[in-house]
């Protein structure tokens, strides 16, 4: 077991570090004096000064001393100056942005998990039937539509037509902070995000409840006089939930994109928007630095599910 | 398991008996509904966006001051978009370079997944192991992100965003073709083939290619579909294609003006129906050939 647990960790931190070689080579490969990222735009250094600071950062160096140096300036926090925003760190712009990004992941995550298990029980008890067969053309027409198109549908219907959401942002500018408020802004953009993501999970759930349906443990149960209901929720649901889990590791860069492109038709102020805007107006110190941040979350996340369903499942030690 | 192994023919029932591999492989192909419907939806796309200079009166950039923002007209069949552009000639031409950019970044990300699949398999531990770190890497991160940080540095227009697709989507073909080529390499064939000295350039092209036609086929079609997206996905962001080049996706990007979504929906709703339709039809035309070249298919 603790092999298992160190062989992950040592993974996950392989794909660390070919993620900052990787985030490294594009800062270099990115147009401009890579000491640009580090002035800032609000006090003008001298030659000399300029000298010195091009000398702490290493960049007189050959690439792979620059590559420590830069790794160890991120370390520390210092991920450089916004080029478009004079006189901003990258790493508070960063932070800013990270908690509605997270907000409207976990909420679009939470209403995921509920409908989609929903859904894939449904369609695996009731299979072949009118529901079954109607939810699985449902979430192949979500799966198959790009979450732009989706974003720009859902915006048209919910806040064009039926004026039932306002049409972008997260808060009501000049008013003042309300939860309710928050709330009408959150709802339409999160429920977008879910909509993919339960039809993931759908699918996964209906395809593994289906499998577990099927073993002899059920039938014991049944035999036994477990009402029916009991039989799914508590003996089925339970042993046929551990490979969702999984899923939610290994769909997060999907959560990621379709974040994206949400956060950007709604003018949702999270770090997609950020990310957007800078590659609009080339600011590679941000671009690279959510790069960074987002990779390292996605890597993170991985890392934590496989961990966890170790922990679900002792059985994964085998193979 | 590719259609031409020995195990393939003895598992065929004794109806197919008698018939090449490709020969059942098609016959499952056109036996597939689904794969039917694809058909009967991308040739007519591809049919229309290849020849509209012949039978469609408006290019896509001129420009027409009697009808700024029209709806639907017998003149314009799909209305005109702010500048007096015709909306069915944008679309048209937006299909030819989003399936002009899809087909080069197939090409150009078959060639790379699968020489870099066939050095993993056939270059030694080490080599494998790097590769295969990057690879790894490229296929956790969101995709959306390495594509606009890729855009940010090569910047708009039809070649970068070629270049673009194509880096950014080798990695999954490169893994599928090392993951059977390290099993090819250890069947007596292959071993017998280098005991007698044969080069590297031998084993990937007389070996590695024709036992990897499957996956390099299903591959494609899946890619294809998937370029489109991501193209049109890149220029909804306003990278990728920009005006006045049309595109799907910068047809798409008109609606984030407030007045367009709401008042104008003849302007881009055609561009995100295209665009589902297509890919939709290039999806199921995929799994007919996934199912078609599977043959296990056949004991189902």
């Known amino acids: 077991m603790l092999g298992f647990y160190l062989k992950r960790l040592a993974a996950g931190l392989m794909m660390l570090i070919a993620l900052s070689i990787m985030v490294f080579v594009l800062l270099r490969l990115a147009p401009g004096d890579p000491i640009d990222a580090y002035l800032n735009p609000l006090a003008p250094l001298s030659q000399v000064e300029m000298d010195a600071l091009r000398q702490r950062l290493g960049l007189d160096q050959p690439w792979p001393v620059q590559y420590l140096a830069w790794l160890r300036a991120a370390l520390g926090g210092d991920l450089g100056y916004s080029i478009d925003r004079a006189g901003v760190r990258v790493l508070p712009l960063l932070v800013e942005r990270t908690g509605p990004t997270l907000l409207l992941m976990l909420t679009g995550l939470a209403m995921a998990i509920v409908l989609g298990i929903a859904a894939g029980v449904v369609g695996a008890v009731k299979r072949n039937s009118a529901i079954d067969v109607g939810l699985g053309v449902l979430a192949f027409l979500v799966i198959s539509t790009p979450a732009f198109l989706k974003a720009l549908l859902g915006l048209y219907v919910f806040a064009v037509v039926l004026r039932w959401a306002p049409s972008g942002g997260m808060l009501t500018p000049g008013a003042p902070f309300s939860l309710t408020d928050l709330l009408a802004h959150l709802t339409l953009p999160a429920s977008l995000l879910a909509l993919v993501y339960s039809a993931l999970f759908m699918r996964y759930m209906r395809s593994s409840m289906i499998e577990v349906l099927n073993q002899d443990y059920l039938r014991t149960a049944r035999a036994k006089g477990v009402g029916e209901f009991a039989v799914i929720v508590r003996h089925a649901l339970r042993n046929a939930i551990l490979p969702v889990i999984t899923l939610i590791g290994s769909t997060i860069g999907i959560a990621i994109g379709g974040a994206i492109f949400i956060e950007s038709v709604f003018d949702w102020p999270g770090m997609g928007l950020l990310m957007v805007k800078a590659v609009e107006t080339r600011d590679y110190p941000v671009i690279m630095g959510a790069t960074l941040l987002i990779g390292v979350g996605v890597i993170l996340v991985n890392l934590l599910t496989d961990l966890a369903y170790a922990v679900v499942d002792p059985r994964i030690q085998v193979s | ?300």
């Open chain 2, 1 to 300: 398991m590719s259609a031409d192994t020995p195990m393939a023919a003895g598992a065929a029932t004794s109806r197919s008996r008698g018939r090449s591999p490709l020969q059942r492989a098609l016959g499952r192909f056109f036996r597939n509904g689904a794969a039917i419907a694809g058909l009967l939806i991308l040739v007519p796309v591809l049919l229309a966006v290849l020849t509209y200079p012949f039978w469609w009166r408006y290019a896509p950039n001129s420009i027409d001051l009697r009808a700024l923002n029209s709806g639907p007209t017998a003149a314009h069949w799909l209305g005109t978009d702010g500048v007096g552009r015709d909306t069915l000639a944008r679309l048209l031409q937006g299909g030819r370079i989003s399936l002009l950019i899809a087909s080069v970044s197939v090409a150009i990300s078959l060639l790379i997944g699968f020489l870099v699949g066939a050095i993993a398999a056939f270059g030694g531990r080490v080599l494998d192991g790097t590769i295969m770190r990057f690879v790894d890497l490229a296929m956790t991160l969101p995709p959306v992100i390495l594509l606009l940080v890729l855009a940010s540095i090569t910047g708009t227009g039809i070649l970068p965003t070629i270049f673009v697709i194509s880096l950014l989507s080798w990695p999954v073909l490169s893994r599928m073709v090392r993951a059977r080529l390290l099993e090819l390499r250890e069947r007596d064939f292959v071993v017998a083939s280098r005991g007698f000295g044969a080069g590297l350039g031998h084993l990937l092209f007389r070996h590695a290619l024709p036992n990897s036609l499957d996956i390099l086929v299903v591959y494609a079609t899946v890619q294809f579909a998937n370029a489109i997206l991501l193209e049109a996905g890149l220029s909804f962001l306003g990278m990728g294609i920009v005006p006045p080049e049309a595109s799907w996706g910068n047809m798409l990007r008109a609606a984030r003006s407030t007045v367009v979504l709401e008042l104008h929906p003849s302007q881009w709703m055609p561009a995100g129906a295209a665009l589902v339709a297509t890919v939709l039809a290039i999806n199921f035309i995929g799994d007919g050939l996934r199912d078609a070249f599977d043959p296990r298919t056949d004991l189902k």
